[in-house]
């Protein structure tokens, strides 16, 4: 996911798409340890997927409370 189309999400959005994105990831680390999968860089990518989203999602909340 790209950072352009992430910002544009809400807060509320954007915390239940890490929700689902961080369970996504569990699974995938799961499947991989029963039988591994091919393209494990998909693993990685989620990581950081994440990790954005988190990133963006202090970020838009330390403007809303500056804002106050």
Same mark, same amino acid.
């Given at each position: 996911?790209?950072?352009?189309?992430?910002?544009? *999400?809400?807060?509320?959005?954007?915390?239940?798409?890490?929700?689902?994105?961080?369970?996504?990831?569990?699974? *995938?680390?799961?499947?991989?340890?029963?039988?591994?999968?091919?393209?494990?860089?998909?693993?990685?990518?989620?990581?950081?997927?994440?990790?954005? *989203?988190?990133?963006?999602?202090?970020?838009?909340?330390?403007?809303?409370?500056?804002?106050?």
């Amino acid at each position: 996911m790209k950072p352009k189309e992430i910002r544009e *999400m809400s807060i509320k959005d954007l915390r239940e798409r890490i929700e689902t994105e961080k369970a996504n990831l569990a699974q *995938m680390k799961i499947n991989h340890a029963v039988s591994p999968i091919e393209d494990t860089s998909k693993i990685r990518k989620a990581g950081k997927d994440i990790a954005r *989203m988190l990133t963006i999602l202090t970020e838009k909340e330390n403007q809303a409370k500056s804002e106050e």
